[in-house]
Each structure stands twice: as structure tokens, then as C-alpha cells.
Nanobody
Framework: QVQLAESGGGSVQPGESLKLSCKAS????????MGWFRQAPGKEREAVAGIYIGGDRFYADSVKGRFAISQDNSESTIYLQMNNLKRDDTALYYCTSGPSLMEWRQNPKYWGQGMQVTVSA
């Protein structure tokens, strides 16, 4: 079973940056798509950014041009660089994974515990 260890959440002001990290504990990392979902209070969860082992990426329209997802295969880790953060980015962010990018977007198989990202003045 894949275990996902998240780090990097916190509180920032609008316009600032944060970098999230997620390390997969299992060899399954090399067969997985990984990425981030988020859920804000009163809103549905949404796929934010995902990456497949081969390099294909997905970004939600709301974060294109501001967020960048990357991977370090040697460390079984993905990163989400979040720049120019906005109040609407405030949410609980979950590291997630699935067998393919498409399946990941529809229903991730594995979930991390989640961490809070708060953007406020």
C-alpha cells in the first residue's frame, strides 16, 4: 500500500509562495500518477495539479501559470510550487495518487492526511 507523507503547508499572505512536498513510501511510486487535490469549506474537492511518471501534467484552470508540479524520482517525491497565492487558494491540500493521470483525476486511489494552506492578509 502506498503511503504518502506531506509537508510544506502553512499560512501566507496574498501574493506570496509556498512549496508543498509529498513523498511516497512504496516502490509503487514508479507506476503511479501523483498530485494534489484540495477542498475548501463548503466547496467540492478539486484536482489542482497532477503528474505522471512519464512527465504528463495536469493543472486546474484556476492555478495555471501560478502553480508548478515537479517530481524527483530518485526520492519518490513530488513538489507543488505555488506562487502568487490568492485567498481562493485557501483549502486543505491532499497528496493523492492513482494508476494513471486520468484515473487519478476521477478518483485517486490513495490519499495523504492533508494539510492546511491558508492565504490571508
Amino acid at each position: 500500500q502506498v503511503q504518502l507523507a506531506e509537508s510544506g503547508g502553512g499560512s501566507v499572505q496574498p501574493g506570496e509562495s509556498l512549496k508543498l512536498s509529498c513523498k511516497a513510501s512504496s516502490y509503487m511510486y514508479q507506476y503511479q500518477a501523483m498530485g494534489w487535490f484540495r477542498q475548501a469549506p463548503g466547496k467540492e474537492r478539486e484536482a489542482v495539479a497532477g503528474i505522471y511518471i512519464g512527465g504528463d501534467r495536469f493543472y486546474a484552470d484556476s492555478v495555471k501559470g501560478r502553480f508548478a508540479i515537479s517530481q524527483d524520482n530518485s526520492e519518490s517525491t513530488i513538489y507543488l510550487q505555488m506562487n502568487n497565492l490568492k485567498r481562493d487558494d485557501t483549502a486543505l491540500y491532499y497528496c493523492t495518487s492513482g494508476p494513471s493521470l486520468m484515473e487519478w483525476r476521477q478518483n485517486p486511489k490513495y490519499w495523504g492526511q492533508g494539510m492546511q494552506v491558508t492565504v490571508s492578509a
